[in-house]
């Protein structure tokens, strides 16, 4: 896929291991990276995404809104940042158990499936 960089920002304001999450997400565009060849750039700020760390009060564990990723800090994971990144890249979710984008899925990496829906983000 021809997509110009991606640049995100991450905030990490106000968590214990801020180096964590930091990592999971590094991890997580590694994934689709490898699987799509989209390049993912940090920009300490103004990025075209922005990922934040906050607690969410219902059952979510994270969430993507427009160009943000809201993970709740006690599920920093690899596996849910990369399928919060695959809204971002325009992926809904799915009822097919073998894709990441799965609501409520067991799958913890992105799949070739996952990578054939991603799109460029604008």
């Avoid at 304001?13 to 590094?26: E, H």
């Amino acid at each position: 896929m021809d997509c110009p960089p991606v640049t995100y920002s991450i905030d990490t304001t106000g968590l214990d291991y801020p180096g964590r999450a930091s990592v999971a997400n590094r991890r997580a565009l590694k994934q689709w990276t490898a699987m799509t060849g989209i390049p993912f750039v940090y920009q300490p700020s103004g990025g075209l995404v922005s990922v934040v760390f906050r607690t969410i009060k219902d059952e979510w564990a994270a969430y993507a809104l427009g160009n943000v990723i809201v993970v709740d800090p006690r599920w920093i994971k690899e596996s849910v940042l990369a399928h919060e990144w695959g809204h971002i890249l325009g992926i809904p979710h799915t009822s097919a158990p073998d894709m990441l984008m799965t609501l409520g899925g067991f799958m913890d990496k992105v799949t070739p499936a996952d990578a054939e829906l991603a799109r460029c983000p604008a």
